[in-house]
């Protein structure tokens, strides 16, 4: 038993299907546990990073009698997920001009395109899986002119996936059923399809493609690369995928695994507490939604990655099932800023799928958002309570059974920005009930 900050601290292991690896054994005497779910990195120490930069605020912002008669333990889950790509292919050549620049511009075009597939099979490790990816690639000198290799390079791509998690959410549901070129056609971006805020500079987290600027868990170099022709769609394609993949394996560890886990640890505590950062936060809410026990204290989603819709009844949220039954018993935290440019760009991406292209990407308005750029949205009446995060010292008044969108861009820089002192005081306040 390792110890954050004097806490007790422990870790669940699961593999992609939720299946755990290891045992949890608590202290004798805990009273809240904290079940606490990483994102979207693929390093079990940058999981721990996380956990010991959070709760080493979390102790440090504590009054000396803020959670008198408790005894804490903290568990931290450890599961495989890997980096997908927020970003966005915006159609065009760049500042080329001329013949031979824009022939220079297709082929740095065709070089990223043939990059992302190779990572893709750090993802996707099943011989069949790394034959469809090959089999793509050999399609790329074709995409511009025949429809019929991008419905192939569609099909190859979506052989990838399990259909199992597709919903209406994030049109996953339209991007398994749809035509392939016509999905390539809808997913031509504009620059003009772009928010102010996510054409600009800064927010994001992603792997270098090899066009743009490397970026990093912290920051970006702006969250948009320009390719040409349908290549700009193709490379929109597989990051949905990637992005589909993250969020159904994120479905299953919380649902199969940390669900379980919830309803053991529950009969040896008072209270159980859930905390989840980007997909993590889609861990913890599947697991809350799949536990039993009526012991869940509280639910932080911090910067969470999932439909800002996924709470809603008028929308059929995904998740509405916790709201309708009363799965967490207090308050229900939600980070929120237009900082995360991360969580801003998977979800609009399906208005596109959908041909919609009325909103502009990251509008609040639109149908297709995220949790963790506009809070919860399309509640009912009484459901929500709307504020902001505020400095460590500062008054809540947080209630039973409700959301609070916290509107966090004082506090929270970026998508991986969660681990202060402001934030880890929020949660330390609806922890104390």
């Given at each position: 038993?390792?110890?954050?900050?004097?806490?007790?601290?422990?870790?669940?292991?699961?593999?992609?299907?939720?299946?755990?690896?290891?045992?949890?054994?608590?202290?004798?005497?805990?009273?809240?546990?904290?079940?606490?779910?990483?994102?979207?990195?693929?390093?079990?120490?940058?999981?721990?990073?996380?956990?010991?930069?959070?709760?080493?605020?979390?102790?440090?912002?504590?009054?000396?009698?803020?959670?008198?008669?408790?005894?804490?333990?903290?568990?931290?889950?450890?599961?495989?997920?890997?980096?997908?790509?927020?970003?966005?292919?915006?159609?065009?050549?760049?500042?080329?001009?001329?013949?031979?620049?824009?022939?220079?511009?297709?082929?740095?075009?065709?070089?990223?395109?043939?990059?992302?597939?190779?990572?893709?099979?750090?993802?996707?490790?099943?011989?069949?899986?790394?034959?469809?990816?090959?089999?793509?690639?050999?399609?790329?000198?074709?995409?511009?002119?025949?429809?019929?290799?991008?419905?192939?390079?569609?099909?190859?791509?979506?052989?990838?996936?399990?259909?199992?998690?597709?919903?209406?959410?994030?049109?996953?549901?339209?991007?398994?059923?749809?035509?392939?070129?016509?999905?390539?056609?809808?997913?031509?971006?504009?620059?003009?399809?772009?928010?102010?805020?996510?054409?600009?500079?800064?927010?994001?987290?992603?792997?270098?493609?090899?066009?743009?600027?490397?970026?990093?868990?912290?920051?970006?170099?702006?969250?948009?690369?320009?390719?040409?022709?349908?290549?700009?769609?193709?490379?929109?394609?597989?990051?949905?995928?990637?992005?589909?993949?993250?969020?159904?394996?994120?479905?299953?560890?919380?649902?199969?695994?940390?669900?379980?886990?919830?309803?053991?640890?529950?009969?040896?505590?008072?209270?159980?507490?859930?905390?989840?950062?980007?997909?993590?936060?889609?861990?913890?809410?599947?697991?809350?939604?799949?536990?039993?026990?009526?012991?869940?204290?509280?639910?932080?989603?911090?910067?969470?990655?999932?439909?800002?819709?996924?709470f809603s009844k008028s929308m059929k949220g995904f998740f509405r099932s916790v709201v309708d039954q009363q799965r967490v018993r207090g308050p229900i935290l939600v980070t929120h800023t237009k900082n995360d440019k991360a969580v801003g760009v998977a979800y609009p991406l399906a208005s596109r799928i959908v041909g919609d292209r009325a909103a502009k990407f990251g509008d609040?308005?639109?149908?297709?958002?995220?949790?963790?750029?506009?809070?919860?949205?399309?509640?009912?009446?009484?459901?929500?309570?709307?504020?902001?995060?505020?400095?460590?010292?500062?008054?809540?008044?947080?209630?039973?059974?409700?959301?609070?969108?916290?509107?966090?861009?004082?506090f929270i820089p970026d998508h991986g920005g969660v681990t202060g002192r402001e934030v880890a005081y929020a949660v330390r306040r609806a922890v104390a009930g």
């Amino acid at each position: 038993m390792n110890a954050i900050a004097g806490i007790p601290y422990v870790e669940a292991r699961f593999n992609g299907s939720g299946a755990p690896e290891n045992t949890v054994t608590l202290p004798a005497g805990v009273t809240d546990v904290l079940i606490m779910s990483h994102g979207w990195n693929n390093d079990d120490e940058a999981a721990r990073a996380l956990y010991r930069g959070f709760f080493g605020n979390f102790a440090g912002v504590g009054a000396a009698d803020d959670l008198q008669g408790r005894s804490l333990a903290i568990v931290g889950i450890i599961w495989p997920s890997k980096r997908w790509d927020e970003r966005i292919a915006v159609e065009g050549v760049g500042d080329a001009e001329g013949s031979a620049s824009i022939a220079a511009a297709d082929a740095g075009s065709r070089a990223a395109l043939e990059a992302k597939l190779g990572e893709m099979k750090e993802l996707f490790t099943e011989p069949a899986q790394r034959k469809a990816l090959d089999e793509a690639k050999a399609l790329l000198p074709d995409l511009e002119e025949k429809g019929s290799a991008r419905r192939a390079f569609v099909d190859k791509i979506r052989s990838l996936l399990d259909r199992g998690a597709a919903g209406k959410e994030d049109a996953s549901d339209d991007f398994f059923r749809d035509d392939g070129n016509t999905l390539m056609e809808n997913l031509k971006v504009s620059e003009d399809d772009l928010d102010e805020e996510l054409a600009g500079p800064g927010g994001g987290a992603a792997l270098p493609l090899g066009v743009g600027g490397a970026r990093g868990e912290g920051g970006a170099a702006g969250l948009k690369d320009v390719l040409s022709g349908f290549k700009a769609s193709a490379m929109n394609v597989l990051n949905f995928t990637t992005y589909y993949e993250m969020k159904a394996r994120a479905g299953k560890v919380g649902a199969n695994g940390v669900a379980k886990l919830v309803d053991a640890l529950a009969p040896q505590v008072q209270r159980i507490h859930l905390i989840g950062h980007s997909f993590g936060g889609r861990v913890v809410t599947a697991a809350a939604a799949a536990s039993s026990t009526d012991k869940i204290g509280s639910m932080s989603l911090l910067q969470t990655a999932f439909s800002h819709n996924g709470f809603s009844k008028s929308m059929k949220g995904f998740f509405r099932s916790v709201v309708d039954q009363q799965r967490v018993r207090g308050p229900i935290l939600v980070t929120h800023t237009k900082n995360d440019k991360a969580v801003g760009v998977a979800y609009p991406l399906a208005s596109r799928i959908v041909g919609d292209r009325a909103a502009k990407f990251g509008d609040e308005n639109d149908v297709f958002g995220g949790l963790g750029r506009n809070g919860a949205q399309r509640m009912e009446s009484g459901e929500i309570v709307t504020g902001k995060l505020l400095p460590a010292g500062g008054q809540y008044a947080f209630q039973p059974g409700k959301f609070f969108n916290l509107e966090s861009t004082a506090f929270i820089p970026d998508h991986g920005g969660v681990t202060g002192r402001e934030v880890a005081y929020a949660v330390r306040r609806a922890v104390a009930g």
